[in-house]
């Protein structure tokens, strides 16, 4: 964990059992709250600090500005913090240390001490050993070019040594913007834990007003998740998996999802539209067709290396090949949805189709590329042949809703999978999630309830954009995800035999059975060889999905 150097400076304030302290961040400094020029009114229920001044550098240097920070202590001895902060949009100050500083606030740090952690809650749900020699930054949501760990949910919780209780640090806020959860020791050893929100790049300005953080003590981690579903239901109006609304009847009744392998990065087939066919036509044999949904990733070219063109590839058969696909799994009683990217773009279409302006972009106006790890060629370096994009840019955002029509239109299939939807970048001209966002609520509205939008990795404020995914829940509280989404396994999933991934990077894992008392939906990964050569294994995994048809009692 990287940290300052020095001793920072920063001014606590105690209140109900702890001590806080705040940090001011711009993209070109860090400031504290100048503590003799603040003022603090405080009773046992409540405290008020503000402030007009900061200071920076470990206070070698003063600037004007503006604090207010209000803590409320409730009756079950919660507390809630909100704050805000100004510079003065004429302030000008002589220290050419400052001499760039354009007093645009990028978010605000809240740094609460008075408690010994020895264990913190994961993304996945599980605890572990906190290092107070390393610390720890958990991120909300996944930033791409991060090296923190990702939350699916703005929640930090942590085990407090010697005692039999929770601390968590829940936000409130009704948007998606960048949280921050960290554990440090400071340099006279004390634990330090500390809570960040960073503002929409696309609003960042010489003011901040930071969504309200809950803070307080539980006996169960489940107990702040609660909170923050009942958040979601209320503020987002987010409904259960029963009662969503975007949720096609048939994809209620779906017990194996076939992840249908098309071409390579390399050009690699795995299988033409006409192998598919008959794939589907000995599943079919064994299960009824409207249990299954056929999942197509390479149906339209190199994986990867032709987002974001989706045409049928010639090689697998095209046009003609593509459609009798789709009509024979219809006329089979199943459902087809075709892989897209959301982020994704093979570097030479960016060019060819002048999509550069949609290349994502961070706060401070540099580029996120190269952005990925994955070695598509067995070179043993990473191949930065695709690039990111932003949905929020209009002219990407058409392309790809235009694309989806077209294969939509011209073919009947039933829905689209949006790969990487879960990318997030603070650009400051572009909003990724709202771009997202519009494009899911453009597809529904031309193709209706029975269309299904289908992602691959999901935080909670993508629930109520997407119902179903391919990575599967954490093990621990998993009724978090349940409750709303549900999951089959990913396109990585191993086919049966040598445990090929298919046009997936991974290459090969472990094939296993999958187990129908899981909370995800069975998952069959077909490549060249999956039915000729291990079909028996392919019998098992139908039989998965059967019982988990029975255990689930899909309709």
């Not at 969504?211 to 307080?216: E, I, K, L, Q």
């Not at 299960?287 to 697998?316: A, M, Q, W």
């Not at 073919?411 to 949006?418: I, R």
Request: net charge negative.
């Amino acid at each position: 964990m990287m940290d300052l150097s020095f001793d920072f400076g920063d001014k606590y304030h105690k209140f109900n059992g702890y001590l806080f302290a705040f940090r001011i961040f711009t993209l070109d400094n860090i400031y504290g709250v100048d503590f003799d020029k603040a003022e603090v009114a405080s009773d046992s229920s409540f405290l008020r600090l503000v402030a007009n001044r900061f200071f920076y550098a470990g206070g070698r240097g003063k600037v004007p500005g503006l604090f207010e920070a209000v803590l409320r202590r409730f009756p079950d001895d919660h507390v809630e913090i909100s704050c805000k902060a100004l510079f003065e949009s004429t302030l000008q100050v002589s220290d050419r240390d400052l001499k760039f500083e354009e007093w645009k606030i990028k978010g605000v740090g809240i740094l609460i001490k008075g408690l010994n952690v020895d264990r913190y809650m994961t993304g996945s749900f599980t605890f572990e050993n906190y290092n107070p020699e390393q610390g720890v930054i958990l991120n909300y949501p996944r930033i791409w070019t991060s090296y923190n760990r990702s939350l699916p949910t703005p929640l930090m919780v942590v085990h407090v040594r010697d005692a039999d209780k929770y601390f968590y640090s829940l936000s409130m806020d009704e948007e998606l913007r960048p949280k921050r959860f960290a554990i440090r020791s400071d340099f006279n050893g004390d634990t330090v834990i500390e809570l960040y929100h960073e503002e929409k790049a696309t609003m960042f300005s010489n003011s901040i007003n930071v969504p309200t953080f809950r803070v307080g003590f539980c006996k169960d981690p489940w107990e702040p998740l609660t909170v923050r579903m009942n958040f979601m239901e209320e503020k987002w109006g987010l409904k259960s998996w029963e009662d969503r609304d975007d949720v096609p009847y048939w994809m209620r009744r779906v017990s194996l999802v076939v992840n249908m392998h098309g071409k390579h990065w390399t050009g690699y087939i795995f299988n033409t539209f006409n192998d598919m066919i008959k794939v589907l036509e000995w599943i079919s044999k064994r299960i009824e067709g409207y249990r299954v949904l056929v999942f197509l990733p390479g149906f339209n070219g190199r994986y990867y290396y032709d987002y974001p063109i989706y045409d049928p590839d010639p090689d697998l058969g095209g046009v003609e090949g593509f459609r009798n696909l789709v009509n024979t799994a219809h006329e089979l009683g199943m459902h087809v949805v075709p892989m897209y990217g959301a982020v994704a773009a093979g570097f030479r279409w960016v060019r060819m189709l002048n999509l550069e302006d949609a290349i994502f972009r961070d706060k401070y106006d540099l580029s996120v590329v190269p952005p990925n790890w994955v070695d598509w060629d067995a070179d043993r370096e990473r191949d930065d042949i695709w690039i990111p994009l932003n949905l929020g840019n209009r002219k990407f955002l058409d392309h790809l809703y235009n694309s989806i029509c077209k294969i939509t239109d011209e073919f009947m299939v039933d829905g689209a999978f949006l790969d990487i939807p879960h990318l997030y970048v603070n650009d400051h001209r572009y909003d990724m999630y709202e771009g997202l966002r519009r494009l899911v609520i453009d597809l529904k509205r031309k193709y209706g309830r029975n269309f299904l939008i289908f992602g691959e990795a999901y935080y909670d404020a993508l629930f109520p954009l997407i119902p179903f995914y391919h990575v599967p829940f954490p093990k621990n509280y998993s009724e978090f995800f349940h409750k709303y989404i549900r999951t089959a396994y990913h396109l990585s999933h191993p086919a049966p035999g040598r445990g090929s991934t298919g046009v997936h990077e991974q290459g090969r894992q472990k094939f296993f059975i999958p187990n129908p008392e899981d909370k995800v939906v069975p998952t069959l990964c077909v490549v060249e060889d999956t039915i000729e050569k291990y079909g028996d294994d392919v019998e098992k995994v139908i039989e998965a999905a059967k019982i988990y048809a029975k255990i689930n009692n899909l309709p």
